[in-house]
């Protein structure tokens, strides 16, 4: 990335003599280069050194448990990898979560923003209520969740359920991915609830009572008027959501720990085992690589898709 | 036959019961938590369980003895208060000469930024697990800032760039006749008008790191383990632990949630890169 030649012309004022404001230009210049460049090249760094010696380990045989025999195997480790029975389920469980969790907070989050862009008592507590999962840490929501309330004899569900007369469900062993993405999406529907109604509120009130007044039912306005408005939000979810749904970790190391079987593994928790488990470096760097370039080829489709959405401002 | 004025009611009444409906059962886990950390483990393995009960301090009082919450604790704030500002610092001129001297490159390396968000930490974490290992750096309070300082860094600057670019050339320009030199700039004239933004920036790195879960549990053991791996450590069952493992969660929780709540209106755009208003 060279930013060597940065052109600070137009952007400082046309007041002083020529001379004067090249030269001050020139002086300006190299202070914005120097202010930038600190981010810039620790960014650099952090995305080039690790990136390269993950390429590198996963071209060799690298195993902690045997030090000193690392012989260069080319693309065995992708090979394995990509043959092993936890890379097909891992890769599917992956984009799995991800699209489950995108739709169902795509869809709460638009009708829980229409919802409460109502004028009702207490609307300031209820959004206060509505967006605080969004800030508990990982960690804490998957036991919670996992321990209190779905757990089979003493979770809040399992009363629920005999409180119908219904037999409680084991949630982690009859729908391990189920539980989980539960758990994840009671932490990021509130996000695009927080995103949402925060876009209704610049939504043009007089194009709906005109609409209303020409006929048009609640839903009609909903579909022509409020749905065109959130494009832009829901694009800015969609992008944000995925970066992140794409690495889920912690829910899955503190309840099922990628089981049963490899029912709840994900690529990200798939790369951990075979790392930091067992000693793997070689074939954990191949993961990390395909990883690496299941997530590029997410983000191009993404802003591909809505990436316009979010560079141009309306 | 309802007139008017009445169904409006009945539609505002109707609506309102339906948005409380739905906001106590997000919040429910929240509550439920926060409940069963004031009973006795028996009575928070009772079924059905128990809505009345005699509240007790003794799981906060317990989970002490069992392992120090407050070097926990203050593992967490030091990693992410350390972070942040050493993230501050890179990130507050990095905008400003974003803001302020755009350049054809300007988009471009803020969309680069941005992308390096994109890489999932797994793709480095053996790398990093290794560096640190040969760097001493693992289970290290300042392996932590360093690595929360660089995950969090694209979004600092991205936040602070739009707050920046909302703010009138012309103000600095006036600086600049009195000869301000940029250093000066920044502090006596930026800083003052931008001080919201700047505050929601620190607001959503504090957050951000304060609950970062991927990092911390891969490169930290005990020493340097903020409240994230305190809590991770419950996962396995030890006996009845389900009042002991809700006051963790409620402590380790509380601060972030209300300076959450304090600051949802702020967060909005930080979160949005902007991009809501």
């Known amino acids: 990335m060279s930013i060597s030649n940065l052109q600070v012309d137009k952007a400082t004022g046309a007041e002083g003599s020529a001379l004067s404001v090249k030269s001050q230009n020139r002086q300006k210049s190299r202070i914005s280069l120097a202010m930038v460049s600190p981010s810039v090249l620790v960014l650099l760094v952090w995305m080039i050194v690790p990136l390269a010696m993950t390429i590198y380990f996963s071209l060799i045989r690298y195993n902690l448990l045997y030090p000193g025999d690392e012989p260069f195997v080319g693309l065995e480790n992708y090979y394995y990898f990509l043959t092993d029975e936890g890379f097909a ?17 795509v869809v709460f989050g638009v009708l829980i923003a229409v919802l409460v862009d109502n004028e009702f008592w207490g609307r300031g507590i209820v959004r206060v209520l509505l967006i605080s999962p969004f800030f508990i840490m990982p960690t804490v929501s998957a036991l919670v969740w996992k321990n209190l309330l779905l757990h089979p004899v003493s979770g809040v569900f399992a009363a629920v359920w005999r409180f119908f007369g219904a037999q409680p469900i084991d949630w ?105 488990l067992q000693f793997d470096v070689g074939m954990a760097s191949a993961g990390g690589l395909i990883a690496v370039i299941i997530a590029n080829i997410a983000a191009f489709i993404l802003i591909r898709l809505i990436g316009k959405n979010l560079t141009d401002k309306p | 036959m309802l007139t008017l004025k009445q169904t409006r009611q009945l539609r505002t009444v109707l609506l309102g019961t339906l948005g409380w409906l739905v906001a106590l059962v ?44 407050l070097t926990y604790a203050w593992n967490s704030v030091v990693v992410s208060f350390g972070s942040t500002f050493i993230g501050m610092l890179l990130a507050v001129p990095a905008a400003y000469s974003m803001a302020f001297f755009e350049t054809k490159r300007t988009k471009s390396t803020l969309l680069w930024m941005l992308s390096t968000k994109m890489l999932p930490p797994v793709g ?4 990093i697990y290794l560096l640190f290992k040969d760097f001493g750096l693992l289970d290290t309070r300042t392996g932590l800032v360093i690595i929360y300082t660089l995950i969090n860094l694209p979004i600092m600057v991205w936040m602070i760039y739009t707050y920046f670019k909302e703010i009138p050339k012309d103000i600095l320009e006036a600086a600049r006749l009195d000869g301000a030199t940029p250093m000066q700039e920044i502090v006596r004239v930026l800083l003052p008008i931008s001080k919201g933004g700047l ?12 609950n970062e879960a991927f990092w911390s549990l891969n490169l930290t053991a005990s020493s340097a383990a903020p409240l994230t791996a305190l809590v991770a450590s419950y996962s396995s069952p030890e006996g009845l632990f389900w009042a002991k493992l809700s006051a963790v969660s409620t402590l380790a929780c509380a601060p972030i949630l209300i300076f959450g709540w304090l600051s949802q209106k702020q967060l909005v755009r930080g979160l949005s890169f902007g991009a809501v208003k």
């Open chain 1, 89 to 105: 389920a891992g890769a599917f469980n992956t984009l799995y979560l991800v699209l489950a969790v995108l739709v169902i907070s």
């Open chain 2, 26 to 69: 997000v919040f429910f886990p929240i509550f439920w938590m926060i409940l069963t950390s004031f009973k006795t483990e028996i009575e928070a393995f009772s079924s059905p369980p128990q809505l009345f009960f005699t509240p007790t301090l003794d799981n906060y009082i317990e989970i002490n003895g069992r392992s120090s919450y």
């Open chain 1, 172 to 276: 982690f062993a009859q729908y391990p991915m189920g539980a989980i993405i539960m758990i994840v999406s009671w932490q990021w529907v509130p996000f695009a609830v927080l995103l949402l109604m925060t876009a209704m509120q610049s939504l043009d009130q007089e194009q709906k009572d005109a609409a209303r007044l020409d006929g048009a039912g609640p839903l009609a306005i909903f579909w022509h008027i409020t749905l065109p408005h959130l494009m832009r939000p829901i694009a800015v979810v969609i992008m944000i959501e995925t970066i992140f749904l794409l690495s889920i970790f912690a829910e899955i190391f503190t309840t099922t720990g990628g089981g049963p079987g490899y029912a709840t593994t994900n690529l990200a928790f798939l790369i951990y085992t075979q790392a930091l």
């Open chain 2, 124 to 127: 480095v974490l053996v790398p």
């Open chain 2, 199 to 210: 505050a929601s920036t620190v607001l959503l790195a504090l957050i951000l790191s304060w």
